[in-house]
């Protein structure tokens, strides 16, 4: 398990994660920070709350299975991705709350 610091809208989060998950993780953060931006000049908008909800939004809607497929959609995952990626909503959930 290796500690890395992903930066998030502008917030560090501490994590720690398998070696061969890290660069995910950071192409991950890299995708959320770049909708991010996106959301934040087409919206003209300020508050992060608002601009991760939409990122969160957005990328959760991205390949999102038909409603026939939704059985098997995780089926592929495994289980320390499904963990590492509920890890990672709970802090955006943390972050919503605020």
């Known amino acids: 398990m290796e500690t890395i610091r992903l930066n998030i809208a502008g917030r560090e989060y ?12 950071r192409r991950a953060a890299a995708t959320i ?39 098997a959609s995780t089926e592929h995952i495994p289980e320390a991705t499904r963990e ?6 709970t802090h955006l959930k943390h972050l919503l709350e605020v």
């Open 33 to 71: 920070n770049d909708q991010y931006d996106v959301f934040k000049a087409q919206f003209n908008a300020e508050d992060p709350v608002d601009l991760l909800a939409m990122t969160a939004l957005h990328l959760a809607t991205l390949g999102q299975p038909k409603d026939q497929d939704k059985a």
């Open 14 to 25: 501490p994590l720690r994660a398998p070696a061969s998950e890290v660069e995910n993780l």
């Open 84 to 89: 590492r990626m509920a890890e990672i909503s």
